[in-house]
Each structure stands twice: as C-alpha cells, then as structure tokens.
C-alpha cells in the first residue's frame, strides 16, 4: 500500500537537458539520439540539426532558445531539452535546469571545457542534478581525449561536486558520425551506450500523484491559433484538460489570478501530442491562460502554492532603441512607429527573462540584456520582421556595492596562435585586462583573463585583425568588482557625408583618401550619415555625392578610370561595436546605416565649440 504523500518513481520516464559550451556538438547529437531511435521512416529526407529552427540559429550555427522533443529507448520516454551554449542566453539555460532530473555535459575533445561549461555546469550542480559526461568529436584528427577528460574532473572538483557527481560515468562519441563507446580507444558502431547510460544513471522523476496539482512554467511558446503557451515539468499532482486553476507568482510580482486549463500537449518526439490528463514528472505544454508568464506556477484552486523561481543572473549591458528619425524613415520598414516598437520590446519580455525594457519617453526605450550578441539577436530578428528603428552605442550598466562604483567583469578564454600571443596582450593590457592562466594546447596557447565589460565593447574586430582571422575568443560573466578606471576607446573619427544625394565614383575616389569607406556607388546617402573611419581622431566631412564637371576640352589623361578601394562592409555587430556616445545606427529590413545624432554639421560644430 502506497502511503499519502509517498514519492512515486515513474520508471518509463527520464528528463534531460544536454549542456555545454557554444558548438561542441548539442544539436547534432540530439539529432542522431532522433535518428537512432526510429522517429524518422528509413527514406525520410531529415534536415541537420533540425532542433535549430529558427533561420538566424541556422545562418550562425547556434542555438539561441531551448528546445524541447522526446525519443523512445526499450521503452522509456527521454525528454530532451537543448539548451544555448552562448553565455548571452544562459538565462535559458538557468530556468531549463529546473525541468530536468539530469544532464549530459557534452565537452569538444579538442577544446575541452570552456567558460561557458563552466557556468552551464556549475549551475546543474547546485540544483544537485547527476551529470553524464559525454566527450564529443573524438574523431577529430587533434583529438586529446584523456587529456580533456582529466580537465573536466578537475573542473567538478573545482566547483565542489559531490562525490556522486565526481563518479559520474563518461562516454566518448562523435555525434556527427552517430557512434558512442566506454573508451576513446574504442570506436562504437552507435549511440546504445548513450541510450543505456542515461536509462541507468539519470534517475527517474519522483513524484506524488495524490497531492494537489502543480506546474512552474519555465518557457514560454506562442502559437497564433491557441494564443501563449507555458511550458514545464509538473511537479506533483495530475493535470487535466478544463481544469480550473490558479497562478501565483513565489517573488509576488503578481497577485494570484483564476484561469482554465484548454489543452494540454506532451513532446513525441518532434511533434506536440494533445493529451486529456498529464501526471506529475512529465514535461507539458498548456494553453488557455492568457497571461501567464515565465517563473509563475500553475497550481489546483485549493492549494495555491507557488514553486521557487531561479533568480536569472542581472542584464550587463544597455542600448537604447528610438523611433527612426533619419531622411530616410519610413521607406524600407513595415512597422516604423513608437507604438509598434513599444509593442514589440514588451512582447519580447514574455519570453525573454533576461531582458529588461523601460520607458525613456514616448519615442525612445532602453533594453538591457546580458551581452552584445543578446541584443544584436533582438534587433536582428527585428528588422527580419520589417521594423524600423535605431539603437545608440551599447553602454555597460554599473552597479554600487557597499558605498562602491562596480563594473561587470568576464572571463575570457581566448585560443590563439603562439605568434598572436604578443599582439592579444598588448591590447587587452590597456583594457584592463588581468591574466589567470597561459597553457600551451598543441601548437596554440590558451589564454584565460578577467576583462571588464566595456574593454571587450569594440575588441572583437581588432582581435581578429591581430590572429590574422585564427583566433577564438569566449566570453562568460564573471562577477562585479570594483571600477577599474577608464579604457580607451574608438581612436579613429568618421567620415560624414555632406549632403543628401547618391554616392557617385568620382566623389567616393576623392574621399577614400581620407580614410576607408563603407559604401559603394549608387549608394543612397543623406548629410549627417556616416559614410567612412578616418585614421585622424576628428570627424570629417566628405562630399561622396559630387561629380565630375563635364569640359568640352578633353585633356590627355583626364579620362583615366577611376579605382576604387573596396569598402569595409560591416555586419550588424561590427557596427554596434563601432558607434561612439554621438552617433547611432540606423536599422531597416534592407539597410544597416551609421549616422551622427545631430545631422546637421553647423549644428554638430557650435556644440563641438561649447564643449
């Protein structure tokens, strides 16, 4: 006789999430746990790493949300969830643990672990989490296998594992081949002792079904037919479908609200199974409460009793977001307003927990987030959706801890060539930069430091410059300390059109004397909009609109064709990088453009006298 209150273990289920730094091979080892275990018909077309969804998760190959899907192994349901490897999204990965009953730490056999290892794993230890530790891409000609084995125990006692967690069993694979063994001198014909592995190790969920029911939700899905959906793992209890329920809040941001249960769905395999009734352990999605965010708890109506909620690490860096006010506004964009952009910021804090919006006024907002590439996501999924905006330059958002002035501080893990070492210093020493560790890897060096923030703002460019495009550089919050006095920043000044016009050769061939430009002929251009850097630290102003007075007299020699220097075209974080205090880009679905606030030169010339 079971006893009220006993924990129940549901045996034909497991939780997992797979963890681990950027691009050491989640997403292609869910897709052969997919493959192995029969989701796909043998003459299926299968797309790679089909858990990324999202186009921009494919163009950059990384994943940027949490996903969910389940396969089957000698029956038992694995709920898999794949989680960012990029520190900008760990709060993902933060509230995803708490899903989950185990994970696979999946470390690159070359690389081994990485900053973002560190952080993703020091956070499935405290929540006391058994770990599987799977060493990928053994086939990889510079593999170092026992060498990254013996770092990643040494990482576990570094963040005081358990003796539990020291044991932890260890697979070698190669996910892009779809083999996994016990030793790394073996090769393995497939992923059964993965499989195997996780059916012995990871316990299954405990539960007790005869206690009121209760949810936190830890993701949150939209679907235009059925509204917002919450995603979680239900912690006790059955949920069923109509069912009357509560959501209370543990932090009390919100007062408890009333709402039903419409439909409720469970992960097979790449697909959503609507169910009449979900038991505690499993992980769900459900519809029909219109409001319901991340970190509230769906409970029974008589036992409104919110779960604790994982405190999310504070954003570190702000950019402020205004209605496009340039010549040119309007033109490219389908959604040009403040009260779109103002609807858009706001829709993206239901999923996004480490965002944070505020009114400036009506026409401008300031978004924090936990790093450059977070907010250069944001923008960029905005613009692929016909907004049309501006952002100023990303500033560091300071904190004051006892009576002092605190700045966000990173560790940096940068793998160059040994010839590169030199030049990485020499740059990163004026930027504040301190040293923890130098080890040689093979023919590389590995260099580990503590970098304010704001040294890395507008680094990552010089840094590929200097290791000739070999360099790897990763980067994970670290901590707050103390200010640690000013860095210096952009040396060169711009290049600023003079007037409205299309930029013609003869005008552009005159003005790349003075510095390298950023556009091409025919290039649209208004007074104001920067069009080049100059190595000189003042801004100057260029007329790339003017062209060649025509003569009746032709002078031997004034006909020669005109060369070009190929522009410097940036990317959207090559931009956001380069912006000073007094300009701002201008972002449209077809134009990425820089420009000075003030268009106006007189104008930009009487301040400039001011000051």
């Given at each position: ?5 006993e924990?129940?273990?549901?045996e034909?289920?497991r ?5 681990a ?27 790679e ?9 494919r ?7 949490a996903?969910?899907t ?31 009953d ?5 470390v ?26 799977v ?7 510079d ?27 260890i ?13 790394w001198?073996?090769?393995?014909t497939?992923?059964q ?9 990871i316990?299954p ?26 995603i ?17 809040d ?25 169910v009449?009734?979900?038991t ?105 959706e016909g ?15 006892d ?17 590169a070492v ?7 020493g ?21 970098v304010?923030?704001?040294?890395l ?8 410059t ?52 950023f ?8 007074a ?23 003569s ?21 974080e ?13 972002v ?9 606030k ?14």
């Amino acid at each position: 006789m079971k006893k009220e209150g006993e924990l129940l273990k549901d045996e034909t289920l497991r939780n997992i999430a797979i963890i681990a730094h950027v691009d050491h091979g989640k997403t292609t080892l869910v897709d052969q746990l997919l493959k192995q275990s029969g989701v796909y018909r043998d003459n299926q077309a299968v797309t790679e790493r089909v858990m990324d969804s999202g186009d921009l998760e494919r163009e950059r190959g990384i994943t940027i949300l949490a996903k969910n899907t389940s396969v089957r192994y000698k029956g038992v349901k694995i709920n898999i969830v794949d989680t960012p490897g990029h520190a900008d999204f760990g709060g993902e990965v933060e509230r995803i643990l708490k899903m989950v009953d185990g994970v696979l730490l999946l470390v690159d056999a070359f690389e081994g672990p990485m900053p973002q290892t560190r952080f993703v794993l020091q956070r499935a230890l405290e929540l006391e989490h058994r770990v599987i530790i799977v060493v990928n891409k053994i086939d990889r000609p510079d593999a170092r296998p026992g060498e990254v084995t013996d770092e990643t125990l040494e990482l576990l006692m570094d963040l005081n594992a358990s003796d539990e967690q020291l044991d932890s069993p260890i697979i070698y694979c190669s996910a892009k081949k779809g083999v996994a063994s016990l030793s790394w001198e073996e090769t393995g014909t497939d992923m059964q002792p993965l499989f195997d592995t996780i059916l012995e190790y990871i316990q299954p969920p405990r539960a007790e079904l005869d206690q009121p029911v209760q949810m936190l939700v830890s993701s949150i899905d939209y679907n235009e037919y059925v509204g917002r959906m919450a995603i979680g793992k239900i912690q006790r209890g059955v949920l069923r479908q109509g069912q009357e329920v509560i959501v209370c809040d543990y932090h009390e941001r919100t007062a408890p609200y009333k709402g039903k249960i419409s439909n409720i769905y469970q992960f097979e395999n790449l697909e959503k199974t609507p169910v009449s009734e979900a038991t505690a352990g499993n992980i769900v999605s459900v519809s029909g409460i219109e409001g319901i965010t991340i970190g509230e708890t769906v409970c029974d109506v008589s036992a409104a009793e919110p779960l604790p909620f994982v405190e999310i690490s504070p954003p570190t860096i702000e950019m402020v977001f205004s209605v496009n006010d340039s010549p040119f506004a309007g033109r490219e964009g389908r959604f040009v307003t403040s009260r779109n952009l103002r609807d858009r910021l706001f829709r993206e804090l239901l999923k996004d927990v480490s965002l944070r919006v505020a009114e400036l006024n009506t026409d401008s907002f300031a978004v924090a987030g936990r790093g450059e590439m977070h907010l250069s996501i944001l923008i960029e999924t905005m613009r692929r959706e016909g907004y049309e905006f501006q952002v100023g330059t990303p500033r560091v958002l300071f904190q004051t801890i006892d009576g002092r002035k605190c700045e966000p501080i990173e560790r940096v893990v940068i793998d160059v060539p040994e010839n590169a070492v030199g030049a990485v210093m020499e740059k990163l020493g004026p930027r504040k930069g301190e040293m923890i560790g130098m080890n040689p890897i093979g023919s590389r060096m590995r260099l580990e430091l503590l970098v304010p923030s704001r040294g890395l703002l507008g680094y990552r460019n010089e840094f590929l410059t200097d290791t000739k495009g070999e360099g790897i550089m990763n980067s994970v919050f670290y901590d707050y300390e103390p200010y640690k006095g000013d860095i210096p920043t952009r040396t060169g000044g711009s290049l600023i059109a003079f007037e409205t016009g299309e930029a013609v050769g003869y005008g552009l061939w005159n003005a790349q004397d003075r510095g390298t430009l950023f556009i091409v002929p025919q290039t649209p251009v208004y007074a104001g909009m920067i069009v080049g850097v100059s190595p000189k630290s003042e801004d100057i102003v260029v007329n790339v609109c003017k062209k060649k007075q025509a003569s009746n007299i032709r002078a031997a020699g004034s006909d020669e064709a005109i060369r070009l220097v190929p522009p410097r075209l940036m990317s959207l974080e090559q931009a956001l990088e380069f912006i000073r205090e007094d300009e701002l880009l201008e972002v449209t679905p077809e134009n990425l453009r820089l420009r000075k606030k003030i268009l106006d030169h007189a104008q930009r010339m009487r301040l400039r006298a001011k000051k």
